[in-house]
């Protein structure tokens, strides 16, 4: 799976040669993945 950070916009980088693996940039985006599931995946009341 690949999980991709948009925040700031789309165009995010842009033009950016700058190709350095951004720890905090990636926990954030499957952090985001994370709640929206988990919000959509709730287990229903008995």
């Known amino acids: 799976m690949m999980v991709q950070a948009v925040e700031g916009g ?3 980088g842009y033009k ?3 190709e350095v693996i951004d720890r905090a940039e990636s926990v954030r ?3 985001t993945i ?3 599931y988990g919000r ?3 287990p229903r009341a008995a």
């Open 40 to 42: 959509r995946f709730r």
């Open 16 to 18: 950016d040669d700058h």
């Open 10 to 12: 789309d165009m995010k």
């Open 29 to 31: 985006a499957v952090e």
């Open 34 to 36: 994370g709640e929206l």
